[in-house]
């Protein structure tokens, strides 16, 4: 009589916060031996610049969050428009602004 007894499967739905697919997430067992889904914030792509589309240099991928808590000179380069445009082009730029005045 015990045997004709079928476990029914337990499906756990995530809270609704969690249900978008905004958030990077990985399926894991843990020491337990139960399965469990962990969820995290994923980073942003990184910064280009304006003109020729090639990724920043110095610039760090970081949530606002973390961005706010890390030094001010290793958020960016320390010239001007540096989280704007490449040092190549903005060379060109000065280069072109001097030159037509």
């Known amino acids: ?18 249900r978008s697919k905004a958030q990077a997430r990985k399926k894991l ?3 337990g031996n139960q399965n469990v889904t962990h969820y995290w914030r994923r ?7 304006a003109i020729c589309k090639r990724p920043l240099q110095s610039i760090p ?21 540096s989280g704007r445009y490449c040092a190549k082009c903005l060379q060109t730029l000065i280069k072109e602004t001097v030159w037509n005045q």
Do not use: D, F, Y
């Open 1 to 18: 009589m015990i045997s004709n007894i079928k476990k029914k499967k337990v499906i756990i739905i995530p809270r609704p916060g969690l």
């Open 29 to 31: 067992s843990t020491p």
């Open 43 to 49: 980073k942003p792509k990184r910064v280009s610049c």
């Open 61 to 81: 991928r970081l949530r606002p969050a973390k961005m706010v808590k890390t030094q001010k000179t290793a958020r960016r380069a320390n010239r001007m428009e």
